[in-house]
């Protein structure tokens, strides 16, 4: 028996997303105690995976299988995740679904006991971003999204910010950290943005930095080269919350490994004008 339209509804897909985030902060919350003692490895300069990453992952790829087993699953660490073998035959328009995981968004915070990190799921359906759930696992507030429906904070609803000074705006980024021939012209955009800006910040994990331009903590945020994972649920958050996310060309940013500069419509433009071609 196929799922009905009502298990392919925002609310119903959201439901989904956020039980798995949450089964996921739980590993993470849990280990959180030991993190500067945990055995890490590196993936490449400055990116770092533990078994605690491994370990939100699979619980929340656990559930997504039994909850939408007929859904495809794009995941930090394990990559591509074929649909559930117990998915029902003629599973129907689910397969259509794509759920896009960050296990833990904010590892090398997270390995330095720096309470800044995340989980951070975006699901995706034949029209795009439709729910986005990111939990921040240290303060414990939930963000959750859905296509047409706002964008809220522990269940209140959520707005960008109404400043349209950008000398009065604090803005978000994040450093190229892996790839060292970027560090040159990023610090140009940087230097432009300083001297315009209020301030910058920079704390490490891209979920909650997107979380934060939601919310109206920031007024806007980019940052050169992110991966699907990174990106999904924070994108609709923005747009939820009536902001613009594109990428560093201006075209609407796509879930995707890419660029992207978000904020209040008219921070995101200034931003833009000063980090364009970065």
Same mark, same amino acid.
């Given at each position: 028996?196929? @799922?009905?339209?009502?298990?392919?509804?925002?609310?119903?897909?959201?439901?989904?997303?956020?039980?798995?985030?949450?089964? &996921?902060?739980?590993?993470?919350?849990?280990?959180?105690?030991?993190?500067?003692?945990?055995?890490?490895?590196?993936?490449?300069?400055?990116?770092?995976?533990?078994?605690?990453?491994?370990?939100?992952?699979?619980?929340?790829?656990?559930?997504?299988?039994?909850?939408?087993?007929?859904?495809?699953?794009?995941?930090?660490?394990?990559?591509?995740?074929?649909?559930?073998?117990?998915?029902?035959?003629?599973?129907?328009?689910? $397969?259509?679904?794509?759920?896009?995981? $960050?296990?833990?968004?904010?590892?090398?915070?997270?390995?330095?006991?720096?309470?800044?990190?995340?989980?951070?799921?975006?699901?995706?359906?034949?029209? &795009?971003?439709?729910?986005?759930?990111?939990? $921040?696992?240290?303060?414990?507030?939930?963000?959750?999204?859905?296509? &047409?429906?706002?964008?809220?904070?522990?269940?209140?609803?959520?707005?960008?910010?109404?400043?349209?000074?950008?000398?009065?705006?604090?803005?978000?980024?994040?450093?190229?950290?892996? %790839?060292?021939?970027?560090?040159?012209?990023?610090?140009?955009?940087?230097?432009?943005?300083?001297?315009?800006?209020?301030?910058?910040?920079?704390?490490?994990?891209?979920?909650?930095?997107?979380?934060?331009?939601?919310?109206?903590?920031?007024?806007?945020?980019?940052?050169?080269?992110?991966?699907?994972?990174?990106?999904?649920?924070?994108?609709?958050?923005? %747009?939820?919350?009536?902001?613009?996310?594109?990428?560093?060309?201006?075209?609407?940013?796509?879930?995707?490994?890419?660029?992207?500069?978000? &904020?209040?419509?008219?921070?995101? @433009?200034?931003?833009? $004008?000063?980090?364009?071609?970065?």
């Amino acid at each position: 028996m196929g @799922q009905s339209n009502d298990a392919l509804a925002p609310s119903a897909l959201l439901e989904v997303a956020l039980d798995a985030a949450r089964a &996921g902060a739980a590993v993470v919350a849990a280990a959180a105690p030991r993190a500067q003692t945990l055995v890490w490895h590196t993936k490449k300069r400055a990116d770092f995976v533990s078994e605690v990453d491994l370990a939100s992952e699979a619980a929340i790829i656990e559930v997504i299988q039994a909850r939408a087993p007929g859904a495809s699953i794009l995941a930090e660490e394990r990559g591509a995740v074929a649909a559930s073998v117990h998915a029902p035959t003629g599973a129907g328009a689910q $397969d259509t679904i794509r759920f896009v995981v $960050d296990p833990l968004d904010g590892t090398t915070n997270f390995l330095h006991g720096y309470p800044e990190y995340a989980v951070s799921i975006g699901v995706l359906d034949s029209a &795009g971003l439709v729910a986005g759930v990111v939990i $921040d696992v240290a303060l414990g507030e939930v963000f959750t999204a859905t296509r &047409g429906g706002g964008a809220f904070s522990n269940g209140k609803q959520i707005r960008v910010a109404s400043v349209e000074d950008p000398e009065r705006a604090l803005v978000g980024t994040g450093f190229p950290f892996t %790839r060292a021939e970027q560090i040159e012209p990023y610090l140009t955009g940087l230097a432009r943005v300083m001297a315009g800006a209020a301030g910058v910040r920079r704390a490490g994990a891209a979920a909650l930095d997107l979380a934060s331009v939601a919310a109206g903590r920031f007024e806007a945020f980019w940052e050169a080269a992110l991966s699907p994972w990174d990106i999904a649920a924070g994108i609709l958050l923005v %747009r939820e919350a009536g902001g613009v996310a594109t990428d560093l060309a201006g075209a609407p940013c796509e879930v995707k490994h890419t660029g992207i500069v978000a &904020g209040n419509p008219a921070i995101h @433009q200034w931003l833009m $004008d000063q980090v364009r071609g970065h």
